[in-house]
């Protein structure tokens, strides 16, 4: 039987070298290298950096591996709600940009290409394509669109895990006063309904909850234009080929956005995709380099990390209910949440918003639980996937943390290795102490020159200091 995991704190002498001198991402690195060697000596180390970065355009920033095969996986995360027009030819950095009206930030993620979702799709065959491809969200192509439509007019949208699980749930809770004929019309038993109205939150967490949800005529029969409404298009802030790297590493870090397309605007082409895991994976790829070393040498509590304290944390307890969890997630727009032990402060799991799919494409696996708390949720969907023999899944790995005394280097290493987009910093007897993610890392390497992208983020992307992606 599956159980959680204990805490890996793990070195970089366990993760090994970087795998090949000759990646295109250590050769990225080598040429950091030579325009490193090419600074003035009294420029600090990291005005060298900026100058170095500034030198490169991010057309040279490698593919990524998933875009090989005609498959370029995009992750896009947009943080908040906001109403505005822009024209963006008078910018001096002229990012590519379309006019964006009344539109919502969100996270997500897609793939071009071979993974796109029809709008007349039902909302079961869109799950399973998203598990099947395992994305946590896909483009919706209009079926309606015409041939010649551009690109940015063939989307109505982009479908996710969570929207469709929000969207279900929605449906049992009629405007008061709350009806079972109502729910019962779209598609759901009278029986279930009227324990979900009559009971709440126990209904919604019981074990069988989802495998009946997934079940009923709403989940097979409504199609993802149906849906339409609880999802908008995406705004992008994309970056031109010439763009520079520091461009590109500033809005990855101070402006909070998670990836980034470079386009060709005259063929109106998405060339590249940039993430923030993309450049851990080019910094881990550096490691032996002179410039690396002379930055990742440092440790965390030299560089002012964490900067999330434990009491800022947004966290659930073990026997809290598994739904609560998504709920914080999506009200607090974050991507994970640590599991902590009821009588302590030691975290025994972390469950991120990609879970969201278990509950919908393995709703048997909770069938004997009268509840469906946090870690009956990591338990079970843990002893699912090793019966399906897919160990690599982030939920299987447990806790993954490091301490103030590990370095950048350790930790851009291990994040590397694991394939995870945060860790928790923990003291010596595992309670959790902080939270690092990817930005506050890349946030370390750069820092923004005065005036830089002058007053064109002024009232528009800035969040909350306290606000974490």
């Not at 520079?244 to 109106?268: E, R």
């Not at 881990?284 to 990390?305: M, N, P, Q, R, Y």
Request: glycine share 6%; hydrophobic share 40%; charged share 25%.
């Amino acid at each position: 039987m599956a159980t959680v995991p204990e805490i890996k704190i793990m070195r970089s002498e366990s993760l090994g070298h970087r795998s090949d001198v000759s990646s295109p991402e250590a050769k990225l690195g080598m040429r950091v290298e030579d325009l490193w060697d090419e600074q003035k000596p009294q420029l600090s180390p990291n005005e060298k950096l900026n100058a170095c970065f500034e030198s490169i355009p991010v057309s040279a920033f490698p593919l990524s591996s998933d875009s090989q095969g005609m498959r370029i996986l995009m992750m896009w995360v947009f943080d908040h709600e906001l109403i505005y027009n822009w024209n963006c030819q008078n910018l001096e950095f002229n990012p590519a940009c379309w006019i964006l009206e009344s539109v919502r930030f969100r996270e997500s993620e897609l793939v071009l290409d071979d993974i796109e979702i029809r709008s007349d799709t039902s909302l079961a065959e869109a799950v399973q394509t998203l598990s099947k491809f395992k994305v946590l969200s896909a483009p919706v192509v209009d079926v309606d669109a015409p041939e010649d439509a551009s690109w940015i007019d063939r989307y109505i949208g982009i479908v996710e895990f969570p929207g469709i699980v929000v969207w279900l749930l929605h449906q049992l809770e009629p405007p008061s006063p709350r009806s079972p004929a109502v729910a019962a019309s779209n598609g759901f038993s009278h029986d279930f309904t009227t324990d979900v109205l009559d009971n709440g939150d126990s209904a919604v967490t019981s074990g069988n909850f989802f495998e009946v949800l997934t079940s009923s005529e709403l989940y097979k029969n409504t199609k993802v234009r149906d849906i339409s409404g609880t999802f908008r298009w995406a705004p992008f802030l994309a970056l031109q080929k010439e763009n520079s790297f520091l461009t590109m590493l500033l809005l990855l870090s101070k402006y909070k956005m998670k990836s980034i397309p470079v386009v060709d605007l005259g063929v109106a082409k998405i060339e590249n995709i940039i993430t923030q895991s993309g450049v851990i994976h080019m910094l881990a790829e550096c490691a032996g380099l002179l410039w690396f070393e002379d930055w990742g040498i440092k440790t965390l509590s030299e560089v002012g990390l964490p900067i999330m304290s434990k009491d800022h944390i947004i966290k659930i307890y073990e026997d809290e209910p598994v739904l609560q969890a998504f709920k914080l997630m999506r009200r607090k727009r974050i991507g994970g949440i640590p599991v902590i032990e009821r009588n302590s402060e030691k975290p025994v799991g972390n469950i991120s918003l990609r879970d969201v799919q278990f509950l919908l494409t393995a709703p048997e696996i909770y069938h004997d639980y009268r509840s469906i708390t946090t870690k009956n949720f990591l338990v079970s969907v843990r002893e699912h996937l090793e019966k399906c023999g897919d160990t690599s899944a982030p939920i299987m790995s447990g806790v993954i943390a490091c301490t103030k005394n590990h370095t950048l280097k350790e930790l851009i290493l291990m994040l590397d290795a694991e394939k995870i987009h945060r860790i928790y910093v923990v003291d010596d007897f595992g309670n959790l102490e902080g939270l690092i993610t990817l930005r506050d890392i890349i946030a370390r390497l750069v820092h923004e020159p005065s005036g830089y992208f002058g007053d064109f983020f002024d009232g528009v992307m800035p969040l909350p200091e306290n606000y974490r992606v």
